[in-house]
């Protein structure tokens, strides 16, 4: 059985950083682009960040960019979220997916793999 386990979340204040973990079990993501996806109370969950598999090329919603580094640790089956200057703006629901093209990720099509979530607060 596939799980993908989201750590790291927390109540921060404006201004601060988290870094999520993201780690899956029951496969390597070593052919697997990674994601990290948010959701607010009552919307649908919205691209954040991705990481292609193989090049490692990453991509970011204009929202995050320049604050959110997303990487991998394909040795440890676990992908990243670094969020620093963090704004009130970023408080979510936070979950990592899985696909095995990173433009199906960017362009948020139905993911292979969701994990159940982190939550994130950030307070002003």
């Given at each position: 059985q596939v799980q993908m386990v989201e750590s790291g979340g927390g109540l921060v204040q404006a201004g601060d950083s988290l870094r999520l973990a993201c780690v899956t079990s029951g496969r390597t993501i070593t052919n697997l682009s990674m994601g990290w996806f948010r959701q607010y109370p009552g919307k649908e969950r919205e691209f954040v960040a991705a990481i292609k598999w193989g090049a490692w090329s990453t991509f970011y919603a204009d929202s995050v960019k320049g604050?959110?580094?997303?990487?991998?640790?394909?040795?440890?089956?676990?992908?990243?979220?670094?969020?620093?200057a963090l704004k009130s703006e970023d408080t979510a629901v936070y979950y990592c997916a899985a696909h095995t093209t990173v433009q199906a990720i960017v362009q948020g099509r139905p993911m292979e793999l969701w994990g159940q979530g982190t939550l994130v607060t950030v307070s002003s």
């Open positions: 604050r959110f580094t997303i990487s991998r640790d394909d040795a440890k089956n676990t992908v990243y979220l670094q969020m620093d």
